[in-house]
């Protein structure tokens, strides 16, 4: 089953994928389609101005792609991802735990200390790919907070579900959930 939908000026088919017996979303996959990581970035950029935000702020691993576009597209000097295990080219990592629903179980960020010196003080910008229940969201706002920054804006692809109409976001297109059938769900 997929479903097709127009993002960004450009149609994909996303295939529809089980979350539990009665419920199926939607998965949008921008890894290895440069062509709608950049027309997604430029239509995203446009929601939010440069003079928003400092810095550009992703969780591993959707959102990298987008994020990297938007950076480039905007000639940001630099971009943080928050990455789902600590590295040895970490300096003193600080994490937070993150609760998605395309994800069983919680997960960790983390983020080395010396891009966390970075972010203190800045204005950020959040970058998803898919906002669905906000829990990578709130651990991404979590992530910032720790580091001393002020997340200024939230903004992704698509809005799943109820995040559609969350005030607090600014998203591209609206993403309905799906039953068995592959028939979208009302909202």
């Known amino acids: 089953m997929k479903y097709t939908m127009k993002i960004?000026?450009?149609?994909?088919?996303?295939?529809?994928?089980?979350?539990?017996?009665?419920?199926?979303?939607?998965?949008?996959i921008c890894f290895g389609d440069a062509?709608?990581?950049?027309?997604?970035?430029?239509?995203?950029?446009?929601?939010?101005?440069?003079?928003?935000?400092?810095?550009?702020?992703?969780?591993?691993?959707?959102g990298i792609p987008i994020a990297?576009?938007?950076a480039r597209q905007s000639k940001a000097e630099k971009y943080f991802v928050a990455r789902k295990g600590p590295k040895n080219y970490m300096p003193d990592p600080i994490s937070v735990e993150d609760h998605s629903i395309t994800t069983k179980g919680a997960q960790k960020l983390y983020i080395g200390r010396d891009d966390a010196d970075m972010i203190r003080g800045k204005r950020i910008l959040l970058v998803d790919d898919v906002i669905s229940t906000g829990g990578s969201l709130k651990a991404m706002e979590e992530m910032?907070?720790?580091?001393?920054?002020?997340?200024t804006a939230r903004v992704c692809v698509l809005a799943?579900?109820?995040?559609?109409?969350?005030?607090?976001?600014?998203?591209?297109?609206?993403?309905?959930?799906?039953?068995?059938?592959?028939?979208?769900?009302?909202?």
């Open 35 to 62: 062509e709608i990581s950049e027309a997604c970035a430029r239509e995203m950029l446009k929601l939010v101005p440069k003079e928003e935000y400092d810095y550009i702020f992703t969780a591993e691993a959707k």
């Open 160 to 187: 799943e579900g109820d995040a559609a109409k969350r005030t607090d976001i600014r998203f591209l297109e609206p993403l309905p959930l799906f039953n068995s059938k592959g028939e979208p769900l009302e909202g």
């Open 8 to 28: 960004a000026g450009l149609t994909r088919d996303l295939p529809l994928c089980p979350v539990n017996d009665e419920l199926y979303i939607a998965a949008f």
């Open 144 to 151: 910032v907070n720790l580091c001393g920054g002020k997340v």
């Open 68 to 70: 990297h576009e938007m």
